[in-house]
């Protein structure tokens, strides 16, 4: 069984493994963190279908022109009881009733970064609707040998899922564990997608 999974997970994050590809051609990260961005983007578009996945933030009769909305990198919603407006390639401004799901995508600057998620969390009642428990807001990262996740795991230890970690030949190699759980946080997202999805209405 275990073995079972374990090619599973490898299998199903073969993708993800092409940042090692980028990784020999340049060492410019905010080109890297493009490319891992989009390679995360489309892996987990694979998984959550029928839902959508866009970048952009997320709106609200409560935030209409008085909050400064960060920018997020990742929003998976269905267009029910709302479509996106202001909608372009993968960029749209989501409805929070449509909102499903929101994470960020981290590789480097991880202690920069943490202002912009701690206040998406501490305001994550403005981009998540009731029926989007606590569970639906993740940090996706790649941990590299630059790097460390410590201050993130303390702040967060529940929220965070290392898809790659750096081994010691180092290149980016496949965390099963952190792939398991993720699965199953995509998981909850598609069970509340399928339970509450089809039935909401504008008041």
């Known amino acids: 069984m275990e073995e079972y999974f374990k090619n599973y997970f490898e299998i199903l994050g073969q993708k ?7 990784i020999s051609f ?17 892996f987990l578009r694979s998984m959550i279908t029928p839902l959508s996945l866009s970048t952009g933030t ?14 997020i990198d990742g929003i998976i919603w269905a267009p029910n009881p709302l479509p996106a407006i202001c909608e372009v390639n993968n960029f749209g401004l989501i409805p929070r009733n449509s909102v499903f799901g929101i994470f960020e995508v981290k590789r480097t600057s991880y202690a ?7 206040d998406l969390f501490e305001k994550r009642n403005l981009y ?15 941990n590299t040998k630059e790097t460390s996740l410590s201050n ?10 290392c898809l790659l970690n750096c081994n010691k030949s180092s290149e980016l190699a496949i965390n099963h564990e952190d792939m398991k759980a993720f699965v199953n946080f995509i998981g909850k997202i598609r069970y509340t ?7 909401f209405k504008l008041k």
């Open 193 to 199: 997608y399928s339970m509450f999805g089809n039935s």
């Open 112 to 118: 920069s970064g943490l202002t912009k998620i701690a």
């Open 152 to 161: 993130l795991k303390k702040r967060y230890p529940e929220k965070i899922f």
């Open 128 to 142: 998540l609707p009731p029926h989007a428990t606590e569970n639906y807001f993740a940090i996706v990262c790649i």
């Open 16 to 22: 993800l493994r092409e940042i090692n590809t980028i």
């Open 26 to 42: 340049t060492k410019n990260s905010a080109v890297i963190g493009q490319f891992t961005e989009n390679i995360i983007m489309d």
């Open 58 to 71: 997320v709106i609200s009769p409560e935030t209409h022109t008085k909050e400064k909305l960060n920018q």
